[in-house]
């Protein structure tokens, strides 16, 4: 698939290339809270099915259960169980969930993560260029960024064309992804001794680990901590901003 980025923002000269950290950070996890738009998503594909399905008795997950069973990998079929559907009515209530989840109306329940707004700033301030490697498409980062002030934190963004790949969040489309960013970042003269890969699923860790980088897995998205630590990423945090505040210091120190 051909590489999706728009040109550098921040139009560096030669030197700053040479000198400027580069951080590889996922979208939905680190920079956006996407457990609400999910629940909405789950509340709106149920709905129906009270109506269409005889006897069925719904019951609705809680946001809480709904998004402690996503971080935990229950599948989707049996999150659907749970909540009282059977047969053919569990595979329409999760194609209708599919259909849904980009549209329009639930997007508009993405959230920022709180202290992403903090950490991009810090980022930027150290002079450590993030570019976004995501599986969402980059018209959708791009308004998401601009509609909360963040355009000018971001270096690149490599994204999808198809807004489908990021809720099923396959690794291979990640690794892809990343080694065309990493490819690209490399022509273009940009320095990428020691870069990080940043992000919230096994597909972040699995595509850092497969291009040699350093990884951090962040736990305030839809996977547990204990599910991310069993990928053995270089480090584990609670977040973007946690992180940023760990590379300023190594920048400060000369390391990066
Ligand atoms: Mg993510």
Redesign the pocket.
Known sequence: MDAISIPDLLHTGGIAKMTQSTLFC?F??PIVDVSERYYQTYRCGLAPMQATGGDLSIRHLSKAQFWTFKQNRVPDRQIAHWSGLEGDHIDTFLDRVSALVNHPSLLVHDQLQARAYAGLSMLHQSGVRVVIVTLRPPDQVMAFLARHGLEHTISDLYGMPTDQAAYRNQTHHKIERLQAAVAAQTRQGYDLSHPWMI???EA?IMAGQALGLDTVAVTC??RSQSYLQSFRPTHLMPDLWTAAQCLQQQVLLGRR
């Open positions: 996922d939905d996890g992000g919230d699923t972040d998205g839809i």
